[in-house]
């Protein structure tokens, strides 16, 4: 089973993801838990380029990188463990790059779309979670760690934020939108419910 996270900075998706891994350890199964972009060598160097300092400057330049990334953590991370049986959590995938680069940079959903899917071969998640907060409350809940992309002011979350909304609409079947807004447990308990209810 392959589960992705998903929502703008802040919405809870790193804690999200981290609870259903524990919850899925306790029943006895096996679970591969990464994070995008990272996970790899030449991910982790990706990261720090597009995340420290002053990153690229051109969009497509911005979107490859990430498409690059996962390509290299579809390849030697999570296909491999989908092959043997093992459960993979992705804290973020192609549903980023849609909504931050096909939406709010304006590159175009589907083809960011057509490009990640090159880079991955089409694999798509089983389910993907997307937390749904108020740009303004996700924004208080970062406080002071910010990376380059959550630098980006208000504007470009509320253009992330409709991104993500709009997706809901176009993967009906794997994207399944909660409100995030709640305590983490309450949210937890319902993804589990989700999650065996789809396996
Ligand atoms: P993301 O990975 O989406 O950026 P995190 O899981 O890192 O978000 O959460 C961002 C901050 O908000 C953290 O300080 C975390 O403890 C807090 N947080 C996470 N989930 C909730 C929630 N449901 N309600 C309130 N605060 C939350
Ligand atoms: P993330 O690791 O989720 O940051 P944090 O855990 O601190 O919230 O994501 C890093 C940033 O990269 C985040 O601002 C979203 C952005 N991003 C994209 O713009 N496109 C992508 O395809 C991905 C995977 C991330």
Known sequence: MFVTFEGIDGSGKSTQA????????REG?????????????????IRRLLL???????AWAEASLF???????????????LELGTDVV????????????????????????????AA??????????????DPIEADRRLGARRDRIEREGQDFRARVDRGYRELVG???????????????GTIAEEIRERVRERS
């Open 170 to 184: 176009r993967f009906p079947d794997r994207l399944v939108a909660l409100d995030g807004a709640r305590p983490p």
């Open 29 to 45: 199964r096996d679970v591969v838990a990464v994070r995008e972009p990272g996970g790899t060598p030449l991910g982790e160097a």
């Open 90 to 117: 992705c804290d973020r995938y192609v549903d980023s790059s849609l909504a931050y680069q096909g939406a709010a940079r304006g590159l175009g959903v589907e083809r960011v779309l057509e490009l990640s899917l």
């Open 18 to 25: 981290e609870l259903l891994r524990e919850s899925l350890v």
């Open 120 to 133: 991955t071969g089409g694999l798509l998640p089983d389910s993907t979670f997307l937390l749904l907060v």
């Open 67 to 81: 498409a690059a990334a996962r390509a290299e953590l579809v390849e030697r991370v999570i296909r491999p463990a």
């Open 52 to 58: 420290e300092g002053a990153g690229p400057t051109s």
